[in-house]
């Protein structure tokens, strides 16, 4: 019998947004209090009122988080009974943002100017394409306009004006000169916020001989001269105001009647220069020009892209919805009427081109209309500021919502988390978002306190671990932070390990990792111990060199004329030709790796021909074989580990990429090139991680993927003591319409010091996006705690009380915590320790044979092998497809209900792949499909060969009462052949899968060939 509780406390708040009909409804859902199931409340509660389906919107911001709200919604409306909207499920906007924007753009293309059939893309452009129209370009520019850029083209490195363009092209605010910023509105402010003090205190100087009175006066007098007249001062003379403004030569104190405020001005002053006033001074002479031509070409790049209506990215889909109906009052109408009420959800996530698009149509003179929308948001959770999540645009809602007479409430009862970590977390988020700074505040948010669920146990006392310093001793080898993350990995190794000894299962833990910068600590030690895990993270690996070098060989095996990534790949670890012989080789007229002469130089043409002898590889192999070919038949593995230099973390970057290829990432070497390329990644957003469903793992993954997640057990790791410092070239301000450029000239001070070239705007981005990242901080923190449903593990560094670093935030805000509430954890110290198997990779290199092929014509290798049949191949990939998928239990009725995504996908091939398929079904087989456990179909698994690591997929594995059951669909037409020479081809394979199981999983496993053209079982032995 189920136990009942008592209502939660927050029971007549939670009716009274279910019940809500003439307000607005916007509600504030602290983590793991159930929004979701409130939403599914609400939702069927308006459709038992009589709300059309069709005429009710529910966005949210995943395909996971839509699947899963469609999927209730349509469970609780069967519980319900409501036939009507049920039966219409199909018509309901479910989206997600996305997917929103999209379906307005299809349905309604006479309005919006869109291509109904359009296909959509995660940028516009690749840096192939852009370099070769960036060359176009400047070969069609006029001479005098050549002249006119010639400063900027010769001075402002070709890739970060590359990356400029890049980054203006997308954003479609950014299009005017203004919006950079002006130097003499720089040195404007500089004169008025601290010349003015400056002039003051050296008024009152009693010795005008004094070092800092002769440094002082000497910069006020050239900053008024610049702002009297041309501004054109050198970079050597801004080096030398540098140098004697840092002098340590400041003479006698008794030089300054009030020398304390004397020190305050002149130092706030002496940074205000080196930070704000000289890299802009640096840039002036090039920013007018630079802007000129980035924006010109960007420009040309958006028309090219807008031209063409038949492709958009995902940033399109929303600014080109948006701007069809801020631009067609028919289509705004027509959505206005279309739509009685739309739920938003995870609306802290939104952007302002999101709420513009809501607002263009649901607004009405400028004012919600009453009754009409639902947002639910917690703004703690707002975590995705890397991809414009703006918390400040969801604050100014929320005022709109307020103001418009919207029911504004919180729900606060945590159905998650046991009595104990509520108790931390409400002490620990008080101070967390309690001690954010003034400048914090605008784009920070307060603490609500959450409650435990009635009936929640008190649980295990969270476990606040505090990690030492390095021993002396490991110092010499070892930076601390490095320290710390095995100290870190042994502990969550150990903990595991008696988790499991005790009756939990791998999938019970979560390890939370603020970034991938150690991850290979952890996954060295869980392999060490044998732990399964799984690992979600994001791709920091891109920008690393041996990460490069892979990818421009890559792009040679692809795209032989590509002369750029030929040289790149010539200097890359693989072969490490030097300039001389390069030049050599150009002077003979070869341009690329498929040009064979004996002029060669002897180490160009040894190169070549490996090269050439992987393009046939590229031809012939499947890409995990291939990827084996070029790592372990080739020379960047030894000349990695022979250069000692981050060894052991750039051999975990090549064995991660080819962990991902193995484990079913990329299939092909164009989507592995179009993952590994760092300036066209993804930027949609990002789905949550598909852990192991069956619990077979431990979860590592980045706190951004946990979030929407859940887990038993969960240990956060430390979080970095340093500041994230700024990398980007282009820094933009959406609400203030502001942008900025880093040109990328540095003016040396001393030998590891330089003034940067930046534009006017620069200094004030870069502080508030360093504001805005702090408060995220906090806010992504707070994520990470409230994950946990039995177990929270904190680790923590000692922090000085001050810091506003991740791990200063986290120490602090503990240290709080326990001094007001010493029960709410457990604080305990870690012994430093030497840990076990330190270095050495993960995964062993085994021998491996490079690809041997005949020699011939060059590329003239045909990918098949005897009786390869193309036809049946083309069907049988089809075939594989839809069995992935079929519902076993009534495969006809999913063939039917499926038959309008499916005709799109098979075309007019469908009739005849679906009567393969069923065919499975009716066949007396010496199994029960329907019956037997359906472990994994398409189930991958990765097996050493004396080849390398192999991937292998088994189409479909089941369990019964007998044992294991390994089945291989096979669609061959016997064309004559007899069933046993059919069977042959297959049967050694087979086997390899029916062993490989067995061993696996300890039991005993069956092997059948399905023969499904045939309808033959062929059993293997």
Same mark, same amino acid.
């Given at each position: +019998?189920?136990?009942?509780?008592?209502?939660?406390?927050?029971?007549?708040?939670?009716?009274?947004?279910? &019940?809500?009909?003439?307000?607005?409804?916007?509600?504030?859902?602290?983590?793991?209090?159930?929004?979701?199931?409130?939403?599914?409340?609400?939702?069927?509660?308006?459709?038992?009122?009589?709300?059309?389906?069709?005429?009710?919107?529910?966005?949210?911001?995943?395909? &996971?988080?839509?699947?899963?709200?469609?999927?209730?919604?349509?469970?609780?409306?069967?519980?319900?009974?409501?036939?009507?909207?049920?039966?219409?499920?199909?018509?309901?906007?479910?989206?997600?943002?996305?997917?929103?924007?999209?379906?307005?753009?299809?349905?309604?293309?006479?309005?919006?100017?869109?291509?109904?059939?359009?296909?959509?893309?995660?940028?516009?452009?690749?840096?192939?394409?852009?370099?070769?129209?960036?060359?176009?370009?400047?070969?069609?520019?006029?001479?005098?306009?050549?002249?006119?850029?010639?400063?900027?083209?010769?001075?402002?490195?070709?890739?970060?004006?590359?990356?400029?363009?890049?980054?203006?092209?997308?954003?479609?605010?950014?299009?005017?000169?203004?919006?950079?910023?002006?130097?003499?509105?720089?040195?404007?402010?500089?004169?008025?916020?601290?010349?003015?003090?400056?002039?003051?205190?050296?008024?009152?100087?009693?010795?005008?001989?004094?070092?800092?009175?002769?440094?002082?006066?000497?910069?006020?007098?050239? +900053?008024?001269?610049?702002?009297?007249?041309?501004?054109?001062?050198?970079?050597?003379?801004?080096?030398?105001?540098?140098?004697?403004?840092?002098?340590?030569?400041?003479?006698?104190?008794?030089?300054?009647?009030?020398?304390?405020?004397?020190?305050?001005?002149?130092?706030?002053?002496?940074?205000?220069?080196?930070?704000?006033?000289?890299?802009?001074?640096?840039?002036?002479?090039?920013?007018?020009?630079?802007?000129?031509?980035?924006?010109?070409?960007?420009?040309?790049?958006?028309?090219?892209?807008?031209?063409?209506?038949?492709?958009?990215?995902?940033?399109?889909?929303?600014?080109?919805?948006?701007?069809?109906?801020?631009?067609?009052?028919?289509?705004?109408?027509?959505?206005?009427?279309?739509?009685?009420?739309?739920?938003?959800?995870?609306?802290?996530?939104?952007?302002?081109?999101?709420?513009?698009?809501?607002?263009?149509?649901?607004?009405?003179?400028?004012?919600?209309?009453?009754?009409?929308?639902?947002?639910?948001?917690?703004?703690?959770?707002?975590?995705?500021?890397?991809?414009?999540?703006?918390?400040?645009?969801?604050?100014?809602?929320?005022?709109?919502?307020?103001?418009?007479?919207?029911?504004?409430?919180?729900?606060?009862?945590?159905?998650?988390?046991?009595?104990?970590?509520?108790?931390?977390?409400?002490?620990?988020?008080?101070?967390?978002?309690?001690?954010?700074?003034?400048?914090?505040?605008?784009?920070?948010?307060?603490?609500?306190?959450?409650?435990?669920?009635?009936?929640?146990?008190?649980?295990?006392?969270?476990?606040?671990?505090?990690?030492?310093?390095? !021993?002396?001793?490991?110092?010499?080898?070892?930076?601390?932070?490095?320290?710390?993350?095995?100290?870190?990995?042994?502990?969550?190794?150990?903990?595991?390990?008696?988790?499991?000894?005790?009756?939990?299962?791998?999938?019970?833990?979560?390890?939370?990792?603020?970034?991938?910068?150690?991850?290979?600590?952890?996954?060295?030690?869980?392999?060490?111990?044998?732990?399964?895990?799984?690992?979600?993270?994001?791709?920091?690996?891109?920008?690393?060199?041996?990460?490069?070098?892979?990818?421009?060989?890559?792009?040679?095996?692809?795209?032989?004329?590509?002369?750029?990534?030929?040289?790149?790949?010539?200097?890359?670890?693989?072969?490490?030709?030097?300039?001389?012989?390069?030049?050599?080789?150009?002077?003979?007229?070869?341009?690329?790796?498929?040009?064979?002469?004996?002029?060669?130089?002897?180490?160009?043409?040894?190169?070549?021909?490996?090269?050439?002898?992987?393009?046939?590889?590229?031809?012939?192999?499947?890409?995990?074989?291939?990827?084996?070919?070029?790592?372990?038949?080739?020379?960047?593995?030894?000349?990695?580990?022979?250069?000692?230099?981050?060894?052991?973390?750039?051999?975990?970057?090549?064995?991660?990429?080819?962990? +991902?290829?193995?484990?079913?990432?990329?299939?092909?070497?164009?989507?592995?090139?179009?993952?590994?390329?760092?300036?066209?990644?993804?930027?949609?957003?990002?789905?949550?991680?598909?852990?192991?469903?069956?619990?077979?793992?431990?979860?590592?993954?980045?706190?951004?993927? &946990?979030?929407?997640?859940?887990?038993?057990?969960?240990?956060?790791?430390?979080?970095?003591?340093?500041?994230?410092?700024?990398?980007?070239?282009?820094?933009?301000?959406?609400?203030?319409?502001?942008?900025?450029?880093?040109?990328?000239?540095?003016?040396?001070?001393?030998?590891?010091?330089?003034?940067?070239?930046?534009?006017?705007?620069?200094?004030?981005?870069?502080?508030?996006?360093?504001?805005?990242?702090?408060?995220?901080?906090?806010?992504?923190?707070?994520?990470?705690?409230?994950?946990?449903?039995?177990?929270?593990?904190?680790?923590?560094?000692?922090?000085?009380?001050?810091?506003?670093?991740?791990?200063?935030?986290?120490?602090?805000?503990?240290?709080?915590?326990?001094?007001?509430?010493?029960?709410?954890?457990?604080?305990?110290?870690?012994?430093?320790?030497?840990?076990?198997?330190?270095?050495?990779?993960?995964?062993?290199?085994?021998?491996?044979?490079?690809?041997?092929?005949?020699?011939?014509?060059?590329?003239?290798?045909?990918?098949?092998? !005897?009786?390869?049949?193309?036809?049946?191949?083309?069907?049988?990939?089809?075939?594989?497809?839809? +069995?992935?998928?079929?519902?076993?239990?009534?495969?006809?009725?999913?063939?039917?209900?499926?038959?309008?995504?499916?005709?799109?996908?098979?075309?007019?091939?469908?009739?005849?792949?679906?009567?393969?398929?069923?065919?499975?079904?009716?066949?007396?087989?010496?199994?029960?499909?329907?019956?037997?456990?359906?472990?994994?179909?398409?189930?991958?698994?990765?097996?050493?060969?004396?080849?390398?690591?192999?991937?292998?997929?088994?189409?479909?594995?089941?369990?019964?009462?007998?044992?294991?059951?390994?089945?291989?669909?096979?669609?061959?037409?016997?064309?004559?052949?007899?069933?046993?020479?059919?069977?042959?081809?297959?049967?050694?394979?087979?086997?390899?899968?029916?062993?490989?199981?067995?061993?696996?999983?300890?039991?005993?496993?069956?092997?059948?060939?399905?023969?499904?053209?045939? &309808?033959?079982?062929?059993?293997?032995?």
């Amino acid at each position: +019998m189920t136990e009942k509780y008592p209502p939660p406390v927050d029971e007549q708040v939670r009716e009274l947004i279910r &019940a809500e009909r003439k307000r607005n409804v916007a509600v504030q859902a602290s983590a793991g209090t159930g929004k979701t199931t409130l939403i599914v409340d609400r939702v069927t509660g308006l459709l038992r009122d009589g709300l059309p389906i069709d005429r009710l919107a529910v966005v949210t911001f995943t395909r &996971a988080a839509a699947s899963e709200l469609r999927s209730r919604i349509r469970s609780r409306l069967m519980e319900q009974g409501q036939t009507e909207p049920l039966r219409n499920i199909s018509r309901a906007w479910i989206e997600t943002i996305h997917g929103f924007a999209s379906r307005i753009l299809k349905e309604h293309f006479n309005l919006t100017g869109a291509d109904p059939s359009f296909s959509t893309s995660e940028g516009h452009f690749d840096p192939l394409e852009i370099a070769r129209q960036w060359d176009a370009w400047l070969l069609g520019l006029p001479k005098n306009t050549i002249e006119e850029f010639g400063d900027v083209l010769e001075q402002v490195p070709v890739e970060t004006l590359r990356l400029i363009i890049l980054g203006i092209e997308p954003t479609r605010w950014l299009t005017e000169r203004d919006m950079l910023g002006y130097t003499r509105e720089v040195l404007e402010r500089f004169k008025r916020e601290h010349l003015a003090e400056v002039d003051i205190v050296l008024d009152s100087c009693l010795n005008q001989l004094n070092p800092w009175f002769l440094a002082f006066s000497g910069l006020s007098r050239r +900053m008024k001269e610049l702002l009297a007249g041309p501004i054109d001062i050198a970079p050597a003379e801004l080096a030398e105001l540098r140098g004697l403004l840092w002098s340590r030569k400041r003479g006698a104190r008794s030089d300054w009647p009030d020398h304390e405020g004397m020190m305050d001005i002149f130092n706030a002053a002496r940074e205000e220069f080196i930070k704000g006033v000289a890299p802009v001074l640096i840039a002036h002479p090039l920013t007018d020009g630079t802007w000129q031509l980035a924006e010109g070409f960007a420009a040309k790049l958006r028309q090219m892209w807008d031209e063409d209506r038949s492709r958009l990215s995902y940033d399109d889909l929303l600014y080109i919805a948006w701007r069809a109906i801020a631009t067609s009052g028919r289509l705004a109408k027509c959505l206005h009427e279309r739509f009685e009420h739309v739920l938003i959800d995870e609306f802290q996530d939104t952007s302002i081109d999101q709420v513009n698009l809501f607002s263009s149509f649901l607004e009405q003179a400028g004012n919600l209309p009453p009754g009409m929308v639902t947002v639910v948001a917690d703004d703690k959770q707002s975590i995705y500021g890397w991809r414009n999540a703006d918390i400040e645009t969801y604050k100014n809602f929320l005022i709109r919502m307020r103001e418009s007479g919207a029911l504004v409430e919180g729900i606060i009862t945590n159905f998650r988390s046991t009595g104990s970590i509520i108790r931390f977390v409400n002490a620990f988020g008080k101070h967390l978002f309690g001690s954010q700074t003034a400048e914090e505040q605008p784009f920070g948010c307060d603490y609500s306190p959450i409650t435990e669920r009635p009936g929640a146990g008190e649980g295990e006392p969270v476990l606040i671990l505090s990690l030492p310093e390095a !021993p002396d001793d490991l110092l010499v080898s070892m930076k601390t932070a490095e320290y710390r993350a095995l100290l870190q990995a042994e502990w969550f190794a150990s903990y595991v390990t008696r988790g499991l000894e005790s009756g939990s299962k791998p999938g019970d833990y979560a390890l939370l990792i603020r970034s991938t910068t150690h991850l290979r600590k952890f996954i060295e030690v869980l392999e060490r111990e044998n732990i399964p895990y799984f690992v979600e993270a994001t791709r920091d690996y891109r920008s690393r060199p041996e990460v490069a070098d892979l990818r421009e060989l890559l792009r040679c095996l692809v795209h032989p004329e590509d002369r750029l990534a030929w040289l790149h790949t010539l200097r890359s670890m693989f072969f490490g030709l030097d300039d001389i012989a390069i030049s050599q080789a150009a002077a003979y007229g070869i341009t690329g790796y498929s040009i064979e002469t004996d002029e060669c130089p002897v180490e160009v043409a040894v190169a070549n021909a490996v090269i050439r002898n992987l393009r046939r590889a590229a031809l012939s192999l499947p890409l995990p074989d291939l990827l084996s070919a070029v790592l372990y038949g080739t020379e960047i593995v030894p000349s990695i580990a022979a250069s000692k230099y981050q060894a052991a973390r750039r051999l975990g970057n090549l064995q991660f990429i080819l962990e +991902m290829v193995l484990s079913g990432g990329p299939s092909t070497i164009e989507e592995l090139l179009l993952e590994l390329d760092e300036d066209f990644a993804p930027s949609k957003a990002e789905e949550p991680p598909a852990a192991p469903s069956d619990g077979s793992a431990v979860t590592i993954t980045t706190i951004h993927r &946990a979030k929407g997640l859940s887990w038993k057990r969960v240990v956060l790791a430390a979080q970095n003591a340093g500041k994230r410092g700024l990398t980007d070239v282009l820094l933009t301000d959406e609400h203030n319409r502001a942008a900025a450029f880093d040109l990328g000239l540095k003016v040396p001070l001393t030998s590891n010091a330089n003034i940067r070239s930046r534009t006017a705007n620069w200094r004030n981005i870069a502080l508030i996006d360093g504001y805005r990242g702090t408060a995220e901080s906090r806010r992504l923190v707070y994520v990470a705690a409230t994950r946990a449903e039995e177990s929270l593990v904190l680790f923590v560094t000692e922090q000085k009380e001050d810091s506003t670093s991740p791990a200063g935030i986290v120490w602090n805000s503990v240290q709080s915590a326990l001094e007001e509430d010493p029960g709410c954890c457990v604080f305990e110290e870690l012994e430093p320790i030497i840990p076990k198997g330190r270095g050495g990779r993960s995964l062993p290199l085994p021998e491996f044979h490079p690809v041997s092929l005949p020699p011939g014509e060059l590329f003239s290798v045909e990918p098949f092998v !005897p009786g390869w049949q193309p036809e049946g191949a083309r069907i049988g990939d089809m075939v594989h497809s839809m +069995m992935e998928k079929i519902d076993f239990v009534d495969p006809e009725r999913w063939l039917r209900e499926k038959s309008a995504d499916l005709e799109c996908l098979f075309g007019e091939d469908l009739p005849f792949v679906s009567e393969l398929c069923l065919s499975f079904f009716s066949m007396e087989l010496p199994f029960d499909p329907v019956n037997a456990r359906i472990i994994g179909r398409e189930f991958p698994y990765t097996v050493m060969t004396d080849g390398g690591l192999k991937q292998r997929y088994i189409d479909l594995l089941l369990e019964d009462d007998e044992g294991l059951i390994v089945v291989d669909y096979k669609t061959d037409a016997f064309a004559g052949r007899s069933v046993e020479q059919v069977a042959e081809e297959y049967i050694e394979t087979q086997r390899h899968y029916r062993r490989d199981v067995s061993d696996f999983f300890g039991r005993p496993a069956r092997g059948y060939l399905i023969f499904l053209r045939e &309808a033959i079982t062929i059993k293997v032995t």
